[in-house]
């Protein structure tokens, strides 16, 4: 799934991948207000994996994420290639770049959605706070989990993006070692109109490199998300495509 917790972005995926390969998605934990989220990348993929060997059983299978859920997907990957099970193959949709640095802008801006949408009660202090930047974040830590209690009955907006909010407190301190043998991977990436070639480049390296040269990259011509998202019609049914074509041991672009 991605931040916001869902699945709903992958359901024109799956309806455009080949006949007869079953696909099983983890909504996140902690979404419908009854269960707890999990403290890092690391508990998350563990407890989704678990799920999916109880769905699957040892495999072979595939796991794939798509923009943060990439992340935990390559960590789900991770235990199952180090144990010698049967992996078939890992694919990552448009991961986030550089996500380490980039958190404290998504959850400013988080947080002002927040406020602006009226999705759960946000206390106004933190607009008027001069303190560093660690104390804004405790305080805006505080914030969702006390957010989180007054969502009753569970609004799904509201626990959307309380989610999100979540993810982004715990991908900063995601530190992820590259894998021990190549990992099969099909690295899909949403190029825009005017991309910014350096940043592309460094991406594909930076994936290449986690999964000890094991990455394949399929650019696909679109946006992360909105109207112009690789994941909409009719951007979709080529990344459906080369997913097919990759998995059938081919090439992914024609």
Known sequence: HTAGGHLY??????????????????????????????????TMAASYLAAVRRATGDGPFVISGYSSGALVAFEMARPVVEAGDALEALVLLDPPPDWQAMQRTRIQAALHRLRREGAVVILRCLDHLDGT???RRAVARLKVRGARQLVQ?????????LN??????????????????????????????APDERWILEERDRWDRLTSGGAVVLPISGHHKGAESFLAEPRVVDV???????????????
């Open 9 to 42: 972005q992958f359901e024109r995926l799956a309806h455009h991948l080949a006949p007869g390969r079953p696909v099983i998605g983890n909504v996140a934990e902690g979404l419908e207000g009854s269960a707890a989220w999990s403290p890092t990348v690391e």
């Open 133 to 135: 930047w660690a104390v």
């Open 153 to 161: 009955p569970v609004d799904p907006q509201a626990m959307a993006f």
């Open 164 to 193: 999100l909010l979540h993810h982004f407190e715990i991908l900063p301190q995601y530190r992820p070692d590259p894998t021990p043998v190549p990992l099969r991977t099909l690295f899909v990436q949403a190029v825009p109109s």
């Open 240 to 254: 459906a495509a080369g997913i097919d074509r990759f998995l059938a041991g081919g090439a992914p672009w024609t």
